[in-house]
């Protein structure tokens, strides 16, 4: 098995930056792609960004400019570093992977990290 655990959200001011990490956990396994997702209250899970193990990398339109999506491969770490935020960037964000455990491809996901944009 596989875990993931996010960390780094909180409250933070219109306008600022945070950074997200997700931090994959395990015995025997080997991470390939890593996204990041958001779903803010009352709506449907937002997909954010994309990163292959090679450092391929995707990003939604909506955040693109704002949001940039990081990993290092010998730390099993992927970041999301968010810069001007916005209220409406206030959601729980997670981070959602493809690892390979016992030659067995698996999705996994982590229990999420809230992020808060308020004055």
């Known amino acids: 098995q596989v875990q993931l655990v996010e960390s780094g959200g909180g409250l933070v001011q219109p306008g600022g930056s945070l950074r997200l990490s997700c931090v994959a956990s395990?015995?025997?396994?080997?991470?390939?792609?890593i996204s990041w997702y958001r779903q803010a209250s009352g709506k449907q899970r937002e997909f954010l960004a994309h990163?292959?193990?090679?450092?391929?990398?995707s990003t939604a339109i909506s955040v693109q400019g704002r949001f940039t999506i990081s990993r290092d491969n010998a730390k099993n770490t992927v970041y999301l570093q968010m810069t001007k935020l916005k209220p409406e960037d206030t959601a729980v964000y997670s981070c959602?992977?493809?690892?390979?455990?016992?030659?067995?491809?698996?999705?996994?996901w982590g229990q999420g990290t809230q992020v808060t944009v308020s004055s």
């Open positions: 395990g015995s025997r396994f080997s991470l390939n792609d």
């Open positions: 990163i292959t193990r090679g450092g391929s990398v």
């Open positions: 959602g992977a493809v690892a390979i455990v016992n030659g067995q491809t698996k999705w996994y």
